[in-house]
């Protein structure tokens, strides 16, 4: 007993476990106790329990375990936490207690199974129990079964799933052990009870014996339903129900509907085992399908026959088998073996059931044609394949076809698809049988029942009744206005015998005789049919709620999409007519009308019809008139009085007033009698000839009015309209037209053929009379408003002009809807109908117009040569087969859906190996979606499926092609059919992250607007659930988006019933995921009303088909796409309004809209500041994560809530995306109203903007990005500062964004990286944009370190932190990096920094490896060679633009982009970088105007929005320089949403040109340059051509460079076609560089290369040698000058140096060449004075000292010639006149002053000049030959001489430099210039004594008259004063007199103190107020008096002009300050010094 005592102190659960029996039977006991004790099933106490209950039940005394078992069962009943025991438990009873000897042990086992049950755990019992039908003890065995049995018995096949049951059912009927059999055969008995025939099929396998004795055991069954008897925890209302039946006394009639519900309609079709066949076809079936003997194709379908008896066929591609089989059917010459291959067809469609319903279409019009076969064996087996293959689709899929039968001539064929239709119907429902289905049917079934054979008559009454009885009468009567009574009250009559049998529809109606299939089938086909009917039966109960919406809602879905049941109408078309009886009439002869017009008209009155006397015809007419009035409509013999009205003279009648009566008449009597075609067609000419009257024109449009409402408009105006363009008459033309535009509009638009008009359209748009045109445009604007979008299409080839023209028409349509119809049929039959009718009709009036658009059939241009060369081993030729079936689409623009053999072949070019083939298959199939229109239905699951399957590719474009094509199919479709079945689950099943991710994100994208889904939907849950728990986490996060949306459609109860499979970890996560969705749940989008008709959005920008009654998908994904804001677009109106909040109800938002009316952010004083120190002070979180969690988000909206409207914050912090882009619209709309506001909470702001960078919906983050660009160009205006802690908590989330995929997002990210520059410094930019760069996502680095390149080059080394060492250290690493686009990145941006630091970057990067060493220095080597082409960034991946609305478009307007030579996509990329960073500026410069930017960026994202006006630059008048010049600010405006399209399209046309221009074609380049001269010549368009400067110019040399390398070369080549290339090419440029905003754009790259070109041309011998050669040479004269006038003139002086160096190196150069380069040099030292204030001198003195570093003056000094020296020292003399001592503080950017003597030579010429002047600087003085001081040190007169000597030597100034040195020898005549002449040409030294000698002739001759010639030109070029040598040398002499230049330098000192020149900052580019206010060099005019009273002047005008200039200049310039303060006096000093000049002169 001590034993005893040791172990009864322990607790319970230590006893259970104890080894001694007695202390766990013990322990068993008091478990047993205390689990009945527990009152609290959520106690902890349970918890200790969780894992012993396996022990209890397993324990192995006998004794115990029985204890045991009774505590298991206790704790199973109470604990909350048992469920969690179920396996372990279950599986402990089945294979530890089952086998026990003892009945109780087994009880208790059952019994905790059935317990485990009841806690909402079958399904894990049920496999246990299925587990232990494995196990080797046959007790085992029995006892499961029986568990089984009895589990079924209690609980119902609603909670014990059978289908896994019977699958094991007939391996138990065969086992030894005659228990198991007797047991299993209870167990068959219990199911048939409660499934009955259901069970047949899986078990006719069995043992006949056994069969035979379970039929008697099934036939004792009583017939009563069985009922559910013990329930479920959650059942417990059904339980309490049961009871009370059960002791009101049993079984009573009450229970007979629980009854019915408790049972579920079991079809034995999911009961059983699907078999794969395909791969048991006989291996040569394929061949001996098609061999010649009957005999051997027989046997093939034999063995065909025998696979598909099999009742359940395992999915798979039976494309090739079907197709054998319909060949059979259709060509097969051997009746035997039509009827055999329909058996198999109709064994496929009923074992793949809905899986077959891709192949219908394919197979019921053969089927239907064959039913020409007369014998009845055939006829049956064509009747039972036919109706098997109904029940795998729907009758909407199937009606194009059936309709297309039913104008069979054949009556056998017709009688049978009447039948065949009448068999279908019987399965329809009136939700699916919906009045626009039902239209076609009837109106081809009224035909029939007028037909002549009786059998075809009576079979289309027998549908017309079955109609009726399905749809009922109310749907049906409108159809069957027009039947007589007797043939109504015999379709009444056939509809009465129509039985429509509730639970299965096969043998009701008399044709189902033919059902009588093989014996083994029967229950199949029944249970087909079944299954058929249980689900229209729940698809009916669960959509009473949506089918009236389908009625009502009717009308508003137009323009979206098409009637309820889009398809078939193409079908319709010529049905129309149905609606109305068509009058008629024969043809009379002459004698018969008037013998018929005697009779009712005065006699007098047909004497006088063709009197002579005009009087006496007008009588005539209007008793003629008076007679019709009052004849009565039955008597009135129509054709009769319009031939009368049609007798001599007719219509030929000279008298208007005659006339109009006529006309009157024929109105007449079209409105009054039964007026035939005959009629008309006799009156239609003579009407046409007078339409363009002036007086008869309008009664003639009336008579053409009332013709059509007795004809129909689209018979009489396709009449008028061939009529009017028969004739040539244009008045008559344009008036037919604008009859016809008004008939639309009052007729409706229904019935017209489209197609017909166009051409007569196209005819009228290309007449030469501008009337003509005009009307046919305003024509097609109101077919636009009908017909939408694809009407474009038709004319997308016309001019570009005329095309505008048309788009502007449509735009005026835009967002109007089409005027309901005024006259005609539709008016008159709405008029009858109820309500519900008037929606359809009206719906029907342009019902999917795109299906009135005649669709070419291109099945017969789908050859098997064709499908073959598509399927062919060689890639190339299966591209080539591709193109072609591209072209064939392109071609027929609309198709049929019957593509024939196609399907198959794109199908499997879909899984090409080749990626590039996948894509053009992929753009094939959207254009093909767009050519076939809503039709594309029938191929969603042959085609569309296999699309979806690429999402899954691993390439990145592969996928967004994926995702475009099928966005393009589902525009078309509706989402129905791709959700209905198992394909998109199957999908979602395989394992592939990026497909899965991609799929999930569209469903995301989609479920949201569907207002119903197929029930198929719920297939895809448990794969959503798997995605929920995936690896990857962007396909978790994807799946977590779309669980709301599942959600939505397929409420929480069934989306948490189906956890139920899960493992009980999975289980919980899910469910809290689940709850999670439940609280973002979106409602269902609402049903768009009744009474906004068709008010809803524009004209049917797509008539999208909506699919089967009840779905309505608004807004095509574009637009989904697209910001919510954009009004009324297309349909979202209602889908925005739908998702409006998880379940707020809608009375709300009239509340909402009140509070709406004051600021959205409110400015709260020091509000900003306390949160900075909040934060400082940690006293809130600090804004830092990788991923936002809660406590940021709802520390940020705490914040917020005192500084944002209340209703802003809650759209900004909604669960749904859709409230995100709300509030971004109004952020959007109130930024520029609020900007203090904005400001004050702009680090909230910024904060939010974080948090939707980590959103997954595209449309917030484009939005999101939108507003932010906004957000920093106002903040710029505001001239704003970012502070420390704004841009720490927002730069580094912005940077992730700039390594998103897409390239939008990435150019979008770069644009604000830009803009952010502006208003925080870069240096600090660098060191975030130097964190990205570390990122993981290799994009991510990429564009971090190109964004680094771009910094440098704008802001040069200094904005390298922390210093420029470390910086470039940093970068280097990445030239190792293992993605080639981050290598090239790499690479790029430090050349960018080699290209303007030089060799000192190989020091600053220090030590690299050698393969990166060798990957640099072989860029930079490659940069050298092409300027700054190394800055291309090498892989330019095209945007790919989302479809905009047009989808067309995007396929006929296939970017010409993407034909750019690679060489131009890099040179593209170039001059992208180089023109942003031209815009980037120094930090400090905020206030360059805006004209002088080129943000690229900016400006693709420009939607054409900003108009900079720019003051033009070019006047000559003078006076306009009087007013201050003030530029206007840009005004920047919000970029429109879809800036996108527009701009793409412009930049890419330009793109396109422009590679164009480069062409090896001389013709293809002529034709390219007159493009964009003719752009460069419009002033308006000419800014188009900005961002695209250095790309052109590039194009451009290339081309000189191949003429003068090829063509010039080529014998055989017209010399005088490259003298037309050449004066093209010159002429293109003179204007580019006439216009100076663009020429400015010029890098200085491209200049160089460019200046190479057009020097090397100039020096070419062979142009000189042609005809016009010289005539070519003057012209590049005159472009040199234009380029170095106009050009940027920092770019320019820097590329001639770099060009001087390169070709003094180059040995090959030619000393000519040297020579040009350095005239160029000294024009551009002229120019300098005054364009010294716009360059950029740090960059020249660079560009100087690497001159000097590669030439030292000794090595200069060895030159042939002195001239480059003579150059080098005279512009380094000329910088230092004109910049003085400050000239070295322009040195910034050499690293080492040493490497050159740059600085040495400067500090000389300074020292001179200082010595010299005794004044700091003196810019303007030095110049003037007259002005130069006795005493000048002899290096001064060198330096004046050489200048001289300068202008000679140039072709322009030759004889002002002859001037200039003739007045310099006059004056020191002991000069000597012999120096100068000794080194030049002895032509050149005559040349210039001989000018010397003349000069002196003139002066003498004509006394002291100024001979300068450089004043009128320069003035022309430059509205800036002229340079003062030129005025002054000529002033100089004119009135004899010489004053000391002593004299004039204090009052030069007061001068440029008044100018402030003294103080002037140096800055990149001037404004344009600072170049017209800058003369930088006071001119002095040649009197003492004429100074004074100058200076007077000046001290007047200063004081008149001072605050207006100062004011101008402060706005629009960074550092000029004070310069223009006296600025127009100087002008208007200039102005009169110039009029004494010319008065001078004269």
């Known amino acids: 007993m001590g034993d005893d005592s040791e172990w009864s102190k322990l607790p319970i659960d230590q006893k259970c476990e104890h080894k001694l029996w007695k202390a766990r039977l013990n322990g068993y006991e008091e478990a047993l106790k205390l689990f009945e004790k527990i009152d609290d099933e959520k106690s902890p106490e349970w918890s200790k329990y969780l894992g012993l209950i396996k022990k209890f039940v397993t324990d192995s005394n006998a004794v115990a375990q029985l204890k045991g078992l009774e505590a298991a069962l206790a704790y199973v009943e109470n604990a909350h936490v048992a469920g969690k025991t179920t396996g372990e438990v279950v599986s402990g009873v089945v294979n530890k207690v089952f086998n026990q000897p003892k009945a109780k042990a087994k009880e208790l086992g059952i019994d905790i199974c059935f317990m485990f049950i009841e806690i909402e755990k079958a399904e894990i019992v049920q496999e246990e129990l299925l587990k232990g039908l494995d196990n080797k003890n046959p007790k085992i065995i029995v006892a499961c079964i029986e568990t089984l049995r ?162 359940k066929l395992e999915a798979g591609d039976y494309a090739d088998l079907v197709k054998a089989l319909k060949k059979v059917v259709g060509k097969d010459t051997n009746v035997m073996l039509v009827a055999l291959a329909a058996k198999c067809l109709a064994g496929l469609a009923a074992g793949l059931r809905k899986k077959f319903g891709q192949y219908a279409g394919h197979v019921v019009p053969t089927i239907l044609e064959k039913f020409k076969e007369k014998k009845p064996q055939v006829v049956q087996a064509l009747q039972e394949a036919i109706d098997a293959v109904f029940l795998t689709t729907t009758l909407q899929n199937l009606s194009e076809d059936i309709l297309a039968v039913m104008d069979n001539k054949n009556p056998t064929i017709k009688q049978q698809t009447s039948l065949f239709i009448a068999r279908s119907f019987r399965h329809c429902t009136p939700s699916t049988l919906s009045k626009a289905l039902l239209k076609p049917f009837c109106a081809a079934l009224l035909k029939h029942i007028n037909d002549s054979a009786p059998e075809v008559r009576d079979a289309a009454f027998e549908a017309l009744g079955t109609a009726l009885k399905v749809a009922g009468e109310k749907a049906v009567n409108p159809f069957l206005t027009d039947v007589d009574k007797l043939k109504l009250d015999r379709i009444k009559e056939c509809a009465e015998k129509i039985e429509l049998a509730g639970g299965t529809r096969g043998g009701a109606g008399a044709d189902r005789k033919e059902n009588k299939p093989v014996a083994g089938k029967a229950p199949v086909l029944s249970g087909a049919a079944g299954d058929k009917d249980t689900k229209e039966n729940a698809a009916k109960s669960g959509s009473m709620k949506k089918a009236p919406a389908a ?248 001019k570009p002009a005329l095309l505008s023209q048309i788009d502007a028409e449509f735009e005026k349509m835009q967002g109007q809807t089409p005027p309901a119809p005024t006259r005609g049929s539709s008016r008159n039959t709405v008029g009858s109908g109820d309500d519900g009718e008037e929606g359809e009709e009206l719906e029907d009036a342009g019902n999917d117009v795109v299906d009135l658009l005649p669709r070419t059939d291109i099945s017969d241009k789908i050859t098997s040569e064709l499908v073959s060369k598509i399927g062919d081993k060689n890639w190339k030729i299966r ?92 525009e078309q479709t509706g989402m129905k059919e791709w959700l209905e079945g198992e394909d998109l689950s199957e999908e979602l099943k395989k394992e592939n992250p990026f497909l899965r991710q991609e799929l999930l994100g569209w469903l995301a994208d989609k479920l949201p607007t569907l207002r119903s889904v197929p029930s198929d939907l719920i297939l895809c849950v448990p794969h959503l659930y798997c995605c929920l728990e995936d690896r990857n986490g962007d396909v978790r996060k994807k799946a977590q988006d779309a669980l709301p949306f599942f959600m939505m459609h397929l409420g929480f109860e069934k989306m948490a019933k189906s956890t139920g499979k899960l493992k009980p970890s999975s289980k ?62 297309g349909g979202s109106a209602p889908k925005t309004k739908g998702i409006q909040g998880k379940k707020v109800p809608s009375k709300s938002n009239l509340k909402e809209d009140d509070d709406r009316s004051g600021p959205v952010f409110i400015f709260v004083p020091n509000g900003k500041e306390q949160r900075m120190k909040d934060e400082k002070g940690l006293k809130v979180l600090k804004w830092n994560f990788t991923t936002p969690r809660d406590e940021y988000i709802e520390q940020l909206k705490t914040q917020m809530s005192s500084c944002v409207a209340k209703w802003l914050q809650d759209e900004m912090f909604h669960a749904d995306f859709q409230h995100h882009n709300k509030a971004l619209s109004v952020m959007v709309e109130h930024l520029e109203s609020e900007k203090e506001g904005v400001v004050s909470c702009l680090d909230l702001i910024l904060k939010w903007l974080t948090l939707r960078f980590f959103d997954t919906n595209t449309s917030v983050l484009m939005k999101t990005l939108e507003y932010l660009k906004l957000l920093f160009t106002m903040l710029n205006q505001e001239e704003y500062h970012l502070t420390e ?61 190109e964004e680094l390149g771009c910094l440098v080059e704008s802001y040069g080394m200094n904005v390298c932190q922390p210093t420029p060492g470390k910086a470039l250290k940093e970068i280097a690493v990445h030239i190792g990096d293992r993605d080639n686009t981050v290598r090239n990145a790499a690479l790029n941006t430090i050349v960018t920094v080699y290209n303007v630091h030089g060799d000192q970057v190989f020091k600053l990067i220090g030590n690299l490896s050698e393969k990166d060493m060798s990957m640099l220095e072989e860029r930079i080597k490659r940069s050298a060679k092409r300027p700054n082409a190394a800055l291309a960034r090498q892989v330019e991946e095209k945007p790919q633009r989302i479809q905009s609305a047009n989808a067309n478009a995007n396929i006929l307007r296939k970017g010409p982009a993407e034909d750019m030579s690679s060489k131009l996509k890099i040179m593209y990329r170039t001059y992208r970088i180089q023109a942003r960073n031209m815009s980037a500026h120094s930090e400090t410069s905020h206030a360059v105007p805006r004209e002088f930017q080129l943000d690229l960026d900016e400006i693709e994202n420009d939607n054409g929005t900003m108009r900079c006006e720019m003051p ?198 030619s000393p000519k060449f040297s020579e040009l380069v350095m005239k160029c040099l000294w024009r551009m030292v002229r120019l300098l004075p005054e364009t010294i204030n716009t360059i950029n001198l740090d960059r020249i003195m ?152 003349l000069i002196e002739m003139e002066r003498e001759g004509k006394g002291r008259i100024p001979s300068s010639t450089g004043v009128s030109p320069q003035m022309e070029v430059s509205c800036v004063p002229t340079s003062t040598n030129t005025v002054s040398s000529s002033i100089g002499n004119s009135n004899g007199e010489e004053v000391g230049p002593s004299v004039y330098l204090e009052r030069l000192k007061i001068l440029r103190q008044r100018c402030g020149l003294d103080n002037a900052k140096q800055e990149d580019r001037a404004p344009l107020t600072s170049q017209l206010s800058k003369p930088s060099h006071p001119t002095v005019a040649s009197s003492t008096d004429m100074l004074h009273s100058k200076l007077s002047q000046l001290r007047e005008s200063r004081e008149q002009y001072q605050h207006m200039d100062l004011d101008s200049n402060q706005t629009h310039s960074s550092g000029i300050g004070t310069t223009s303060s006296s600025a127009a006096s100087n002008i208007d000093d200039l102005k009169k010094r110039l009029e004494r000049i010319k008065s001078n002169r004269k």
Request: net charge neutral; hydrophobic share 40%.
């Open 150 to 311: 009895k589990a079924l018995s209690e609980f119902g096949s609603k909670i014990i799933s059978l289908k896994p049951i019977i699958k094991v059912l007939p391996k138990l009927f065969e086992s030894r052990e005659k228990a198991v059999r007797d047991e299993a055969k209870l167990l068959a008995v219990e199911i048939y009870r409660w499934i009955r025939d259901a069970l047949r099929p899986p078990l006719q396998n069995i043992n006949s014996l056994q069969l035979k004795e379970l039929e008697e055991e099934w036939v004792k069954l009583p017939s009563s339903a069985p009922k559910q008897s013990r329930f479920l925890r959650s059942q417990q209302e059904m339980k309490a129900k049961f009871e009370q039946q059960q002791a009101a006394g049993g079984d009573a009639d009450g229970g007979g509907d629980d009854g019915d519900e408790a049972v579920p309609q079991v079809d034995a079709y999911e009961l059983l085992e699907a078999v794969e066949i395909l791969s048991k076809l006989p291996k040569d079936f394929y061949d001996k399908i098609e061999a010649k003997k009957w005999q051997e194709r027989k046997e093939a379908l034999e063995a065909v026959e025998v696979l598909v008896k099999n009742p």
């Open 879 to 970: 591209k080539e087969g591709l193109d072609e079936v591209a072209s064939i689409i392109n071609e027929a623009k609309f198709i049929q859906p019957n593509i024939g053999e196609l399907t198959s072949a794109l199908k499997n070019r879909l899984n090409d190996s080749n990626k590039i083939l996948v894509l053009q298959t992929l753009t094939i199939l959207q254009q093909l979606a767009t050519a076939m229109g809503p039709n594309i239905k029938q191929h969603v699951k042959n085609l569309g499926i296999p699309i979806i399957t690429i999402l899954g590719d691993s390439k990145n474009n592969v996928r967004a092609a994926s995702l475009a094509t099928v966005n393009a199919w589902t």
């Open 1742 to 1893: 660079l560009d100087i000292h690497i001159f000097m570093k590669v030439f030292p003056k000794e090595k200069l000094k060895q030159c042939k010639s002195e001239f480059p020296i003579r150059t080098l020292k005279t512009l380094i003399h000329t910088l230092c006149k004109l910049k003085g001592p400050k000239i070295l503080d322009h040195l910034t950017m050499i690293d080492n002053k040493n490497e050159s003597e740059l600085e040495a030579h400067l500090c000389r010429v300074m020292k001179h000049s200082l010595d010299q002047t005794g004044s700091k600087t003196d810019k303007g003085t030095e110049k003037g030959a007259s002005r130069i001081d006795e005493k000048s040190p002899k290096a001064k007169v060198n330096d004046i001489l050489a200048e001289i000597f300068k202008k000679i030597g140039s072709k322009e100034n030759t004889k002002e430099g002859l001037a200039e040195l003739y007045e310099y020898k006059k004056k020191y005549s002991d000069a000597d210039i012999e120096p100068f002449l000794k080194n030049s040409s002895q032509f050149f030294q005559n040349y210039v004594e001989r000018g010397l000698r």
């Open 1512 to 1709: 033009a630059l070019v006047q000559h008048k003078l006076d306009d320089i009087f007013e201050p010049v003030l530029i206007p600010e840009p005004k920047i405006r919000a970029v429109s949403p879809h800036f996108d399209d527009m701009h793409s399209n412009t930049a890419s046309t330009i793109n396109f040109v422009i590679s164009q221009v480069a062409s090896g074609d001389i013709n293809t380049s002529i034709q390219a340059l007159a493009q964009i001269d003719e752009v460069l010549r419009q002033e308006d368009k000419a800014e188009a051509m900005s961002g695209h400067i250095d790309q052109f110019l590039i194009a451009t040399f290339m081309q000189l460079r191949l003429i003068y390398n090829t063509h010039m070369a080529d014998e055989k080549l017209d010399k005088d076609e490259i003298v037309k290339l050449y004066s093209c090419i010159i002429g293109n440029m003179i204007s580019l560089f006439q216009i100076e905003c663009l020429a400015r754009e010029a890098s200085a790259g491209v200049l160089k290369d460019l200046m190479h070109g057009l020097i090397t041309l100039m020096l070419d011998s062979r142009v000189e040698d042609l005809e016009e050669g010289q005539q070519v040479i003057r012209s590049v004269n005159l472009l040199v000058v234009k380029v170095l006038e106009k050009s940027d003139q920092t770019n320019i002086l820097s590329a001639l140096l770099v060009l001087l160096q390169d070709s003094l190196l180059a040995t090959a150069s």
């Open 551 to 798: 009625k009502t809602g009717g009308p508003s879905k137009k323009g979206k999409q098409s009637a309820a049941g889009g398809a078939g109408t193409a079908g319709t078309k010529g049905k129309k007519g149905a609606d109305l009886k068509e009058i008629f009439e024969p043809e009379l002869s002459i004698e018969m009308c008037e013998e018929k017009a005697s009779a009712v008209l005065p006699a007098a009155c047909l004497q006088q019809l063709d009197s002579g006397n005009w009087k006496e015809r007008l009588a005539c007419m209007e008793e003629f008139q008076k007679a019709v009035e009052l004849m009565d409509k039955t008597e009135m013999p129509c054709q009769a009085l319009v031939r009368m009205l049609a007798k001599k003279p007719g219509w030929k009648e000279t008298n208007f007033q005659v006339m109009q009566i006529k006309l009157r008449i024929v109105a007449l009597v079209a409105q009054k009698g039964t007026f035939s075609k005959t009629s008309a067609l006799i009156v239609l000419d003579g009407l046409v000839d007078k339409i363009g009257d002036v007086k008869c024109g309008n009664n003639a449009k009336e008579a053409l009015t009332a013709i059509a409402e007795a004809c129909q408009l689209p018979w009489t105006a396709e009449q008028v309209m061939s009529l009017a363009f028969s004739q040539k008459n244009p008045k008559n033309q344009s008036e037919t037209l604008n009859w016809l535009s008004n008939a639309i509009r009052e007729f409706g638009f229904a019935g017209l053929n489209v197609k017909a008009f166009i051409s007569n359209v196209k005819t009228a748009l290309a007449a030469t009379n501008p009337a003509v045109r005009t009307s046919a445009i305003t024509l097609l604007g109101v077919m636009y408003l009908y017909v939408g979008g694809p009407l474009r299409m038709f004319f997308e080839d016309e």
């Open 1285 to 1345: 802690n704004e841009a720490t908590s927002f730069i580094p989330y912005l940077i992730l964004k700039v390594g998103e995929p897409k390239d939008v997002v990435r150019r979008d990210v770069r644009t604000i990286l830009n803009r952010m520059c502006l208003v925080y410094p870069a240096s600090k930019m660098f060191t975030f944009i130097m964190e990205g760069t570390k990122s993981k996502n290799s994009k991510q680095r990429t564009e971090c370190l």
């Open 1068 to 1129: 919980d996560q899910v469910l809290v995921m689940l709850e999670k969705a439940k609280a973002n749940m979106p409602a269902k989008p609402v049903p768009p009303n009744k009474t906004s008709s068709r008010g809803i959005g524009s004209a049917p920008a797509k008539s999208q088909a909506a699919s089967g009654s009840s779905e309505d998908f608004s807004s095509s994904t574009a637009e989904t796409k697209q910001d919510a804001k954009k009004p009324k677009a």
